[in-house]
């Protein structure tokens, strides 16, 4: 979080009434609770949507492996003779029944062997290592061993169906073979559109992943850093903004200086005007004022209006503008739950949203317009009154 203590203050006393206190410590340890709420939802959402990922995954394959039988059988059946040998159908019933059985023999010797050696055998073999490149080989060694009993276990299946479907259409005469060839095409299209809905699910939870993995990384080093400056900053500082819109005119360009602040909270971390982006090096125009501040916080506007439009913005999420006497307009962006609609007629000090965030972090902007002409907000809100 840029400049996370560069905090633009006017300490000077203001003896009028209506103050709220704003304490930076305190705004610094609601922002820290929110970032590392998110972190925690980003990683719940993540172990949710990988066991969501693993289940499609097996599915996808289960689909693919009936695809490849459904393939095979209908070409089996296409190239049998015309003729319909039974003396060769029932030679290849037997070889596949006996292929089957080796299979399961095989198979059943694996699965007997490891429960001789004991449940936690696998385990056993991978912890008793004495380098850390031994450990990786056997874990290497068990993966490829457990794929291999996965693989056999299909293939098993597989031959199987492949030979309780060729004894159920043995005798079929050619119409009905012709109509159980339509049924395994027809079975063999709904597979593949299932496939492709299973494909494109497991890409756009990829990419879910992806990007919430990302935002996890992009908050673990802001929350180190909250962390440490509360740790070294014990200071408990507090200020007062003005609240009250005690306002001894309706009109907007009577206002300068006197406007209340929009949000409790004066930590700019983005000024107004011209600056330098220190990640891209490139020159940046800001036309109102970046305020860090807690998400949830209320924002108020600062004095009467109608709400003329309400937008949503890139970088700037939801945006309120209100127009005011006199040509001004005030922009309120990266907001949410917001409580007027366009039209509305809308008092100073009404709350009107809460606070948001983007990728700078929990921030507030906040504009002044004469026109399409941007004003610095700082000079047109009342000063900030400091208790000692």
């Known amino acids: 979080m840029k400049h996370i203590f560069h905090i633009f203050l006017f300490i000077v006393l203001i003896l009028a009434s209506g103050f709220t206190n704003y304490i930076p410590r305190e705004d610094l340890q609601k922002q820290l609770y929110y970032f590392k709420s998110n972190l925690n939802s980003y990683e719940t959402k993540v172990t949710e949507w990988n066991r969501i990922i693993t289940e499609l995954t097996s599915r996808q394959k289960a689909v693919v492996n009936r695809i490849k039988i459904l393939s095979e059988l209908i070409d089996n059946i296409k190239s049998r003779d015309n003729k319909n040998d039974i003396l060769k159908q029932e030679a290849q019933f037997i070889y596949r029944n006996e292929k089957i059985e080796k299979l399961k023999n095989e198979f059943k010797k694996r699965i007997l062997w490891l429960y001789k050696k004991g449940p936690d055998y696998q385990y056993q073999i991978l912890f008793t290592t004495d380098s850390p490149a031994k450990f990786y080989a056997r874990l290497q060694y068990l993966n490829k061993l457990s794929e291999k009993r996965t693989t056999d276990f299909e293939r098993i299946k597989y031959e199987e169906f492949t030979y309780e479907e060729s004894k159920r259409i043995k005798g079929y005469r050619r119409s009905e073979m012709l109509r159980y060839i339509n049924e395994k095409k027809e079975d063999q299209t709904l597979l593949l559109l299932e496939k492709l809905n299973i494909d494109d699910s497991l890409s756009m939870l990829k990419s879910n992943v992806d990007n919430l993995l990302y935002n996890a990384e992009k908050l673990k080093p802001v929350i180190t850093e909250i962390e440490y400056i509360l740790s070294v900053n014990q200071e408990e500082n507090k200020y007062e903004l003005k609240t009250n819109p005690d306002y001894k005119s309706n009109s907007f360009d009577s206002l300068k200086g006197v406007l209340i602040f929009p949000v409790n909270s004066t930590n700019i971390v983005n000024d107004f005007g011209k ?29 009467d209006g109608i709400v003329e439009n309400i937008l949503d913005v890139p970088l700037y999420r939801k945006m309120i503008i209100i127009k005011h006497s006199n040509g001004f307009r005030t922009v309120y962006g990266l907001v949410k739950d917001i409580r007027v609609n366009i039209s509305d007629k809308v008092t100073a000090g009404n709350i009107i949203a809460v606070t948001s965030q983007n990728l700078d972090g929990q921030v507030f902007h906040f504009e002044i317009r004469m026109g399409i002409t941007p004003e610095d907000p700082k000079y047109w809100v009342a000063r900030v009154k400091q208790v000692i």
């Open 275 to 303: 600056s330098i982006d220190h990640n891209t090096g490139t020159i940046i125009n800001n036309e109102g004022i970046d305020v860090s501040i807690a998400e949830n916080s209320e924002v108020r506007c600062v004095a």
